[in-house]
C-alpha cells in the first residue's frame, strides 16, 4: 500500500493520513475555494459555512480520492456542488415561506425590478451590483462555467471536470453566458 495518494495532473503528493491531507489541502486552497463560493453565494457568512462544509465533506471522502484529478479540482467539484445545493434548497425554502413577496418595500420598482430611474447615476460599487444581479440570473450551469472561467481562471478542460461534462459543452456554456449576461446588462451598458 503506498504511503501517499498520487495526483497524475500535477504530480502532487498528499499524504496517506486525512488529516495532514485535509490540512495540507485547506493551506493550498482555502482562498480559493472560499471565493469561488462567494461568487456563486454572494454572502460572505453563506460562503464561509460553504467552505467549511467542503473541507469536511473533503475530509469524509479523502479516502476515496484516487489522484486521478488535480486536488484543486476535485475540490472545486465539491464547492460547486454544495452551493448548487444549497440554492436549492434556499430556493425551495423561499418559495415555501413566500419571502419573495416583500410588503415593506416602499421604492417604487420598475418593470425590470430596478430601484429608482435610469437618468440615476451609478457609482462603482452598483455597477458591481448590477453585474453580480446579471451573473446571478443566470440559468445554473451557464453561471458555474462562467465564474469558474471569468473569476477563478479555471480551464476549459478543469471547469469540464468540475462540471462533469465535455470540453465542448464548457465552450457552448460560456458562450451562451455571455450571449445571456450581454442581453441582461443591454439597458445598463451607456452607464457602465
Known amino acids: 500500500m503506498p504511503d501517499n495518494h498520487q495526483s497524475k495532473d500535477i504530480g ?28 456563486l453565494m454572494g454572502q460572505q457568512q453563506e460562503a464561509e459555512d460553504i467552505t467549511q462544509d467542503v473541507f469536511l ?4 471522502a479523502y479516502d476515496r480520492f484516487r489522484g486521478d484529478s488535480d486536488p484543486g479540482t476535485w475540490l472545486y467539484r465539491i464547492a460547486v456542488n454544495q452551493c448548487l445545493n444549497q440554492q436549492r434548497k ?5 418559495w415555501l415561506a413566500l419571502d419573495f413577496w416583500n410588503e415593506n418595500t ?7 425590478g430596478r430601484v429608482g430611474g435610469a437618468d440615476e447615476h451609478l457609482q462603482e460599487a452598483d455597477k458591481k451590483r448590477i453585474v453580480r444581479a446579471a451573473i446571478s440570473e443566470l440559468p445554473e450551469r451557464q453561471r458555474v462555467a ?15 471536470v468540475v462540471m462533469a ?7 457552448s456554456l460560456l458562450h451562451r453566458s455571455k450571449f445571456n449576461l450581454a442581453k441582461r446588462l443591454r439597458p445598463y451598458l451607456q452607464d457602465l
Open 146 to 160: 462562467l465564474i469558474l472561467s471569468r473569476y477563478d481562471r479555471l480551464s476549459y478542460q478543469d471547469i469540464a
Open 106 to 112: 416602499d421604492e417604487a420598482l420598475d418593470e425590470k
Open 90 to 94: 434556499q430556493r425551495r425554502q423561499r
Open 12 to 39: 502532487l503528493s498528499l499524504p496517506l493520513a486525512a488529516n495532514e491531507g485535509i490540512g495540507y489541502l485547506f493551506e493550498a486552497y482555502h482562498g480559493r475555494i472560499y471565493q469561488v463560493c462567494f461568487r
Open 165 to 171: 461534462c465535455s470540453i465542448s459543452s464548457v465552450e
Open 57 to 60: 465533506k473533503a475530509y469524509q
